[in-house]
């Protein structure tokens, strides 16, 4: 069974300090990963995907890095701001071609603090 | 336009009530989804529809009729619900359900059930 764990469930840093944000899938066969943002009561806002071939790949202060072989991502945020508190959803698409085909992770829950 | 639009925000209905949820979007796309997200919870997938046709119901109660009127327009239509059936329901489109690009999701509508 497919399946995403993200670490740590939750994490609470200070305004302006970098965080890093862990997921490990069991997906197969592994077609991309996307990073979401979701803000409370709102709907996810992809951030980046990334397939098999990419190792790294920045969008403004995020940073996602895939290794395919250990089957880890992590989301990297730097200079973190009060607008980043958001729960971040790893989700990871297997290449079934079944609309079935996306594993949602249970998501870090972050807190920036002033 | 890359929107994804649900109406109402928010939804306070009893048990005997009869409301429906609406989700449109105008991108074209024509895999379109309802999923369900409990408080700290990734979402759950609902109902699945490919080319205005239902294809994935993921077993869920009939309390919860889904209807897709044309390629643009996704209802979720409610009857008879249960407090346990309070949620965020989300509405999800892409491109089709085999295209591996980017899921875009509604704000989703909050959904209270006295």
């Known amino acids: 069974k497919n399946q995403v764990e993200q670490s740590p469930q939750s994490l609470i840093i200070l305004e302006g300090k970098n965080c890093t944000l862990q997921?490990?899938?069991?997906?197969?066969?592994?077609?991309?990963l996307r990073w979401y943002k979701q803000d409370t009561g709102r709907g996810p806002v992809s951030l980046t995907i990334?397939?098999?071939?990419?190792n790294t790949k920045s969008n403004g202060r995020y940073t996602a890095t895939l290794d395919a072989d250990t089957k880890q991502s992590s989301l990297h945020i730097t200079a973190s701001q009060l607008s980043d508190s958001a729960s971040y959803i790893c989700?990871?698409?297997?290449?079934?071609?079944?609309?079935?085909?996306?594993?949602f992770g249970s998501g870090t829950q972050l807190t920036v603090l002033p | 336009d890359t929107e994804v639009t649900q109406t109402p925000k928010h939804l306070v209905m009893g048990m005997t009530n009869k409301k429906s949820l609406k989700c449109e979007q105008h991108?074209?796309?024509?895999?379109m989804y309802w999923y369900k997200q409990k408080a700290k919870k990734p979402p759950e997938l609902m109902f699945v529809y490919s080319y205005e046709k239902l294809s994935i119901n993921e077993s869920v109660p009939s309390r919860f009729s889904p209807e897709c009127p044309n390629s643009s327009l996704l209802n979720l239509h409610l009857h008879a619900l249960q407090p346990e059936d309070s949620a965020l329901y989300l509405c999800a489109s892409r491109l089709t359900t085999g295209n591996t690009g980017e899921l875009f999701f509604g704000e989703g509508s909050r959904l209270t059930v006295l």
């Open positions: 989700v990871v698409r297997d290449l079934s071609g079944s609309a079935r085909q996306l594993t």
């Open positions: 990334m397939t098999f071939s990419e």
């Open positions: 997921c490990n899938y069991t997906v197969s066969p592994f077609s991309n």
């Open positions: 991108m074209g796309h024509r895999a």
